[in-house]
């Protein structure tokens, strides 16, 4: 992800949400988040805005870090296991 820092800032307001999602994603978003110095709510925002758009949300560096982080979490799933993703009872 490319954070722009010349860019005028746009004031939102954000509101706390509770999601359920895997643990290990979201071990390896965590991770990446820190790794790019920014939270969380900002990663998924981030992600988020350029899928609206068809647009790849990270670079070639982001996407290796990415990989090492998965190796690091064990997170075998790819996107292929998106739609196919089944909560234990």
Do not use: C
Not at 9 to 34: C, D, F, N, S, Y
Request: aromatic share 4%.
């Amino acid at each position: 992800m490319t954070i722009v820092a010349s860019a005028k800032r746009i004031e939102i307001e954000r509101v706390q949400t509770g999601v359920r999602m895997e643990p290990r994603i979201l071990k390896v978003l965590k991770a990446l988040a820190e790794y790019k110095n920014i939270t969380l709510g900002e990663l998924i925002e981030g992600i988020v805005l350029h899928a609206f758009e068809g647009k790849a949300p990270f670079t070639a560096e982001t996407v290796r870090k990415i990989a090492e982080l998965k190796s690091i979490y064990e997170l075998d799933l790819d996107a292929r296991a998106s739609h196919r993703l089944k909560e234990k009872p």
